[in-house]
């Protein structure tokens, strides 16, 4: 068994881990591709007449019902996850997510349909929001339920890396259609590739998880029925509290990192200091890619010198560098490039929050627990970050900054007390050997 737990990842392990992170990548370019094209679809989907405010109000409104959606599609398919299997769940997020975005692309707009075309879409975006609850938690507890044990940490932070290429895949094809195009193009016909694009691919990837297998963890409880005799949900509420908490105050770092670092910053740099846009997004697309490097990275370390260690020092040098990049960007823009690549380098510590939500719950109850806490903190500070950020910089222009240092503040706390859990077992496992 021991063996087991410390051999290297076989063929079988790589293919799992590029299939689970091929399809993460397009269902999360499936629920970002909204935002890029916002200005034309709340320009087709909503009367002409209105308030230019309200349009994008309503606009904005739709793409938020998303991230509101999420919880509870992400606790329905954890629930059956937890009872009936992971495979199941895993094929069924990427379905319910590639099926809205196709009929997305499809949707005529509010000059055929006239208010039902914004209904429809706000009904499509809810689907959208509960396949992608379902899809992050459930990937990361597939990878790490067919990995070694050993390599659990490399296999989440590839994952996430993954999900991450999934946004830049979106930027990168938003940027080829607006050049491509004109206003009026893509205002015609233009805007519904991208949903075409990211459905077409979405039942492809689809399609290659049928040669994904149920992982032997899951098969095992099975045939040693282990499975959770309540429902999965009561026993994490009522037993596993500490590792909600853990658990919710680790999102809060993943989601307000990538807010405020990768999706906020470039109209920042632009609204405080007059950067061109041409020039922050380039800034944007180099700082994504360092991003997806660090997830990789940090996986890679959490296996070599362990959850704890990892997030203390990676912690700390996200406060570093995301400190210097906003610094930079306000007093020397010819580094901005070498700041924000090295601040989305750093960013990558996030990659280390997986492993440890997924060492926090017990199997029986992992899907579950993990879904719980990710979606519900996703929720609420994946929401009220933009908020909180333009609330602080009516005191300073530094918010932005200020916000990360406090997260990365979090990150170092919850990983001294992952360290001091970590001695207090090694411990207890001493005193019961002896």
């Given at each position: 068994?021991?063996q087991?737990?410390?051999?290297?990842?076989?063929?079988?392990?790589y293919?799992t881990?590029?299939?689970?992170a091929?399809?993460?990548?397009?269902e999360?370019?499936?629920?970002i591709?909204?935002?890029?094209?916002?200005?034309?679809?709340?320009e087709?989907?909503?009367?002409?007449?209105?308030?230019?405010?309200?349009?994008?109000l309503?606009?904005?409104?739709?793409?938020?019902?998303?991230?509101?959606?999420?919880?509870l599609g992400?606790l329905?398919?954890a629930?059956?996850?937890?009872?009936k299997?992971?495979?199941k769940m895993?094929?069924?997020?990427i379905?319910?997510?590639?099926?809205?975005?196709?009929?997305?692309?499809?949707?005529?707009?509010?000059?055929t349909l006239?208010i039902?075309?914004p209904?429809l879409l706000?009904l499509?975006r809810?689907?959208?929001?509960?396949?992608?609850?379902?899809?992050?938690?459930?990937?990361?507890?597939f990878?790490?339920?067919?990995?070694?044990?050993?390599?659990v940490?490399?296999a989440?932070?590839?994952?996430?890396?993954?999900?991450?290429?999934?946004?830049?895949?979106?930027?990168l094809?938003?940027t080829?259609?607006?050049t491509s195009?004109?206003?009026?193009?893509?205002?015609?016909?233009g805007?519904r590739i991208?949903?075409l694009?990211?459905?077409a691919?979405g039942?492809?990837?689809m399609?290659?998880?049928?040669?994904?297998h149920?992982?032997?963890?899951?098969t095992q409880m099975?045939q040693?029925?282990?499975?959770?005799?309540?429902?999965?949900?009561?026993?994490?509420v009522?037993?596993h509290r500490?590792s909600v908490?853990?658990?919710?105050?680790?999102?809060?770092?993943l989601?307000?990192?990538?807010?405020?670092v990768l999706?906020?910053?470039?109209?920042?740099?632009?609204?405080?200091?007059?950067?061109?846009?041409?020039?922050?997004l380039?800034?944007?697309?180099?700082?994504?890619?360092?991003l997806?490097?660090g997830c990789i990275i940090?996986?890679?370390?959490v296996?070599?010198i362990?959850?704890?260690?990892?997030?203390i020092?990676?912690?700390?040098?996200?406060?570093?560098?995301?400190?210097?990049?906003?610094?930079?960007?306000?007093?020397?823009?010819?580094?901005l490039?070498?700041?924000?690549?090295l601040?989305?380098?750093?960013?990558?510590v996030?990659?280390?929050?997986p492993?440890?939500?997924?060492?926090?719950?017990?199997?029986?109850?992992?899907?579950?627990g993990?879904?719980f806490?990710?979606?519900?903190s996703?929720?609420i500070f994946?929401?009220?970050?933009?908020?909180?950020?333009?609330?602080?910089?009516?005191l300073?222009?530094?918010?932005?900054?200020y916000?990360?240092?406090?997260?990365?503040?979090v990150g170092?706390?919850v990983g001294?007390w992952?360290?001091?859990?970590?001695?207090?077992?090694v411990?207890?496992?001493?005193?019961s050997a002896?």
């Amino acid at each position: 068994m021991e063996q087991e737990h410390a051999r290297p990842l076989n063929r079988q392990d790589y293919k799992t881990l590029v299939l689970a992170a091929l399809g993460g990548a397009l269902e999360f370019y499936d629920f970002i591709i909204f935002v890029f094209f916002a200005a034309v679809i709340g320009e087709l989907f909503f009367p002409a007449d209105i308030p230019e405010w309200l349009r994008q109000l309503q606009t904005f409104a739709i793409f938020a019902a998303g991230y509101l959606a999420r919880p509870l599609g992400g606790l329905i398919m954890a629930h059956f996850g937890d009872s009936k299997g992971r495979k199941k769940m895993f094929s069924l997020s990427i379905l319910l997510m590639a099926l809205p975005t196709l009929a997305m692309g499809l949707l005529p707009t509010y000059a055929t349909l006239g208010i039902a075309a914004p209904i429809l879409l706000l009904l499509l975006r809810v689907l959208q929001g509960a396949a992608i609850g379902g899809e992050v938690p459930g990937a990361w507890v597939f990878v790490a339920e067919h990995v070694p044990q050993k390599r659990v940490g490399f296999a989440c932070g590839t994952l996430t890396a993954g999900l991450t290429f999934g946004i830049l895949l979106g930027s990168l094809v938003a940027t080829l259609i607006n050049t491509s195009m004109t206003p009026q193009t893509i205002a015609e016909t233009g805007w519904r590739i991208p949903f075409l694009l990211g459905g077409a691919f979405g039942l492809l990837a689809m399609y290659l998880r049928r040669w994904l297998h149920e992982t032997p963890v899951f098969t095992q409880m099975q045939q040693r029925k282990a499975l959770s005799d309540e429902l999965p949900l009561k026993t994490v509420v009522a037993h596993h509290r500490q590792s909600v908490v853990v658990s919710m105050l680790l999102t809060w770092l993943l989601s307000a990192c990538i807010v405020v670092v990768l999706l906020m910053a470039p109209a920042l740099l632009q609204k405080l200091h007059g950067l061109p846009a041409a020039l922050t997004l380039k800034a944007n697309s180099l700082a994504t890619v360092m991003l997806i490097f660090g997830c990789i990275i940090s996986g890679a370390l959490v296996d070599r010198i362990g959850a704890a260690t990892t997030l203390i020092v990676g912690s700390l040098l996200l406060a570093v560098t995301s400190w210097t990049f906003f610094t930079v960007a306000a007093e020397y823009p010819a580094w901005l490039f070498s700041a924000y690549a090295l601040a989305g380098l750093c960013v990558g510590v996030v990659g280390v929050v997986p492993f440890v939500m997924v060492s926090a719950f017990p199997p029986a109850v992992r899907f579950t627990g993990i879904s719980f806490s990710y979606n519900l903190s996703y929720a609420i500070f994946g929401g009220l970050t933009p908020i909180m950020v333009t609330l602080m910089m009516k005191l300073t222009p530094m918010a932005p900054a200020y916000y990360v240092l406090g997260l990365a503040g979090v990150g170092v706390l919850v990983g001294l007390w992952l360290k001091r859990a970590s001695a207090q077992r090694v411990l207890l496992q001493q005193v019961s050997a002896q």
